[in-house]
């Protein structure tokens, strides 16, 4: 059984900074990535960024330059930090797990942004 539990979402102006942040807990092993998707209301869930095991990272492109995504092996976490937010990055970011080929889901956090 695999865990994943996000926090750091919130509400935050248009121009702010929010960081996001996702431990994965349970039974772990060899794990192939971590990343970050959002689902803004009526729309599909997308992929923002993600991270292999071996620290490469592919990022959505409209949020390329304002979003970086890392990761803590040691502590199977992994972190979204969000510059320069904008009305249109509210959403539920969902953290993802990938592991021997199967996907795990946490709750999501909610990230809005008052323009």
């Known amino acids: 059984q695999v865990q994943l539990v996000e926090s750091g979402g919130g509400l935050v102006q248009a121009g702010g900074s929010l960081r996001l942040s996702c431990v994965a807990s349970?039974?772990?092993?060899?794990?192939?990535?971590m990343g970050w998707y959002r689902q803004a209301p009526g729309k599909q869930r997308d992929l923002v960024a993600q991270?292999?095991?071996?620290?490469?990272?592919v990022y959505e492109d409209y949020v390329k330059g304002r979003f970086t995504i890392s990761r803590d092996g040691a502590k199977n976490t992994v972190y979204l930090q969000m510059n320069s937010l904008k009305p249109e990055d509210a959403a539920v970011y969902y953290c993802?797990?990938?592991?021997?080929?199967?996907?795990?889901w946490g709750q999501g956090t909610q990230v809005t942004v008052s323009s």
């Open positions: 993802n797990l990938i592991m021997r080929g199967v996907s795990y």
């Open positions: 349970g039974r772990i092993s060899s794990m192939n990535a």
């Open positions: 991270i292999t095991i071996g620290g490469s990272a």
